[in-house]
């Protein structure tokens, strides 16, 4: 079959796994960072090391002769690349693949009275103003559902597009758990309609999971004056749900916390307006109830001439049995190699 002339030609413009000569360069001077440079990112020599190009040793020289160029610039040494750079040896492009970040969750206790937007045309107060800054090429933070004006509670905030879709999605179901303060108390015919299926003003009808009498926030009673408190669950985020859900079966809701999404639940102590980074086990945790798949951890590549190591106390086929370890054997008696010499009598 004959091949495609340009497509050969663009073929010859790529750099291949290994370097022709070792022509001195002059030292190319310190470039500027990579707009998607981060402490995420890995550095430009573990890159090149890992695309075949030799080892991590004569990709910094290379870079230090200034044959290696990032997004039309020289690198220097220590450099770090994110997705999107444009990477070029010899004057010729390098196609290399950088894995993703690992994606990062806040849990930020959201108060009443600010909103869940970047950009608000009222100027009001948003959740996003309080967070720490991602670093540049890593996007944005992007909440994963939304808490109306006057609902207060767990928000969780991630800064991976699709760990956020996935937590949102319905197909997997995640619960949404609220403590709901309701003007007066449901009736046993109101809790069963809102158990069954309630309508509200668009979809099918909406139903809790559980509904179950509760305590207040600060530790008061829940069937003190006239209002009550319960804790819902929900497996869906409609807009404002829970609330049209109350006033459905007659009632007001006057005040609302969400408190649990999925198995994550708002920290003791975390007090409003605050936020907290989750460690990896619980962005795992939460990845994978959402059925996302498992993360790298955050540590650097891996050297490409690096050699293989065997895990501990893996001993491979040709090693044999291994020995009994329940009871010290008996070691045999040692058989002299010669008998002694009769030298006769004295």
Known sequence: MAGNPGHAAAKDNVIDSRF???????????????????????????????????????????????????????????????????????????????????????????PAGEVVTHDDPQNRPTVFRRLPRLAPGLGK????????????GLLLITSSGD???????????????????????????????????????????????AIEEETGPDGGEGQTGVNRWYRVTIAEGRNREVRRMIEAAGHAVSRLIRIRYGAFALPKGLKRGMWLELDERAVSALGQA????????????????????????????????RPDMGRPQARPARTPSRQPRNRGPG
Do not use: C
């Not at 220097?76 to 004057?91: E, F, L, P, T, Y």
């Not at 540590?299 to 001993?315: I, K, N, S």
């Open 141 to 152: 933070w992007q909440s994963v559902g939304r808490l109306d004006l006057n609902t207060e």
């Open 290 to 321: 959402a059925g996302a798949p498992p993360q790298p951890p955050r540590r650097r590549l891996a050297p490409a001439d690096a050699p293989a190591r065997r895990p501990r106390g893996d001993r491979g086929k040709a090693s044999g049995p």
């Open 20 to 110: 022709r000569g070792n022509d001195e360069r002059k030292v190319a001077p310190r470039a500027k960072n990579s707009p998607h440079e981060s402490a995420d990112t890995p550095k430009l020599h573990k890159v090149l090391a890992q695309a075949g190009l030799g080892s991590r040793i004569e990709m910094e020289q290379a870079i230090a002769q200034g044959r290696i160029r990032v997004n039309g610039e020289a690198a220097h040494i220590g450099q770090r690349i994110g997705r999107g750079d444009r990477i070029a040896v010899d004057g010729k492009p390098l196609r290399v693949r950088i894995a993703p970040p690992p994606a990062r969750v806040l849990a930020y206790h959201k």
């Open 163 to 209: 760990l956020a879709h996935r937590l949102m999605h319905p197909s997997f179901g995640l619960e949404r758990e609220y403590a709901v303060r309701v003007l007066g108390a449901l009736s046993d015919e109101e809790t069963q309609r809102l158990l069954e299926g309630i309508a509200i003003d668009d979809g099918p009808p909406a139903r809790f999971h």
